[in-house]
């Protein structure tokens, strides 16, 4: 079965379903999207900006509006630790910027 789907700027060229019900992909990447894996292979994950489907916003507040928030919308806050360290990572490809967070769980 081939299949192609979009993932950042990158594409699955292929999938197939093992024995033990995991999916091995085949996927195709732009040089420097595979240089900010930063040589790591395991703890991989795969997604598309298309799925996204909640909207938030940005805001802004001090002097001159110098300190940037990413708001976490209200059905996304569930379970979270937010009094734990975060870590984030800053993804850039030709025409978008993805900020990934991650945020551990109670």
Known sequence: ???AYKILMGVILG???TNDGKV???????REEALQLKGHITNINVF???LVDVKTNLSTRGRNESTKYFLIPTQLRKN???NGEVRCQRLDSRNKTI????????
């Open 1 to 3: 079965m081939l299949l």
């Open 15 to 17: 999938s197939k379903v």
């Open 24 to 30: 091995i992909f085949t996927i195709s990447l732009d």
């Open 48 to 50: 598309s900006d298309h």
């Open 80 to 82: 979270l630790k937010f």
């Open 99 to 106: 900020f990934v967070y991650v945020v551990d769980k109670f």
